[in-house]
Nanobody, 122 residues
Framework: QVQLVESGGGLVQAGGSLRLSCAAS????????MGWFRQAPGKERKFVAA????????AYVDSVKGRFTISRDNAKNTGYLQMNNLKPEDTAVYYC???????????????WGQGTQVTVSS
């Protein structure tokens, strides 16, 4: 089992920044790829970014490339999502997850956090 706890969400104006954190406990964090997904009201959960266990491989959905940066500190068992130049369409609940590979598919990930709300006002 891996327990994940997200933090860092909040309300920000368009153009602003937020840094989400994902604290992991349980099994060895570095053995897992980590991903961030988001879910807007009434919509399905969608891939945002992912990073390999070593941090050497990353992937992003096109809409956040150049604005969001995923990273991790395995010594602290913590992952991050730095979000810059936020837009109203980024508004969603953001979920941290871990799995065996850097993939974009929801059901490929094994453990999920409870989510943190990000709201971007125009």
């Amino acid at each position: 089992q891996v327990q994940l706890v997200e933090s860092g969400g909040g309300l920000v104006q368009a153009g602003g920044s937020l840094r989400l954190s994902c604290a992991a406990s349980g099994r060895t964090f570095s053995n897992y790829a980590m991903g961030w997904f988001r879910q807007a009201p009434g919509k399905e959960r969608k891939f945002v970014a992912a990073i390999s266990g070593s941090g050497g491989t990353t992937a992003y959905v096109d809409s956040v490339k150049g604005r969001f940066t995923i990273s991790r500190d395995n010594a602290k068992n913590t992952g991050y999502l730095q979000m810059n130049n936020l837009k109203p369409e980024d508004t969603a609940v953001y979920y941290c997850t871990v799995g065996l590979r850097v993939v974009t598919i929801v059901h490929e990930y094994d453990y999920w956090g409870q989510g943190t709300q990000v709201t971007v006002s125009s």
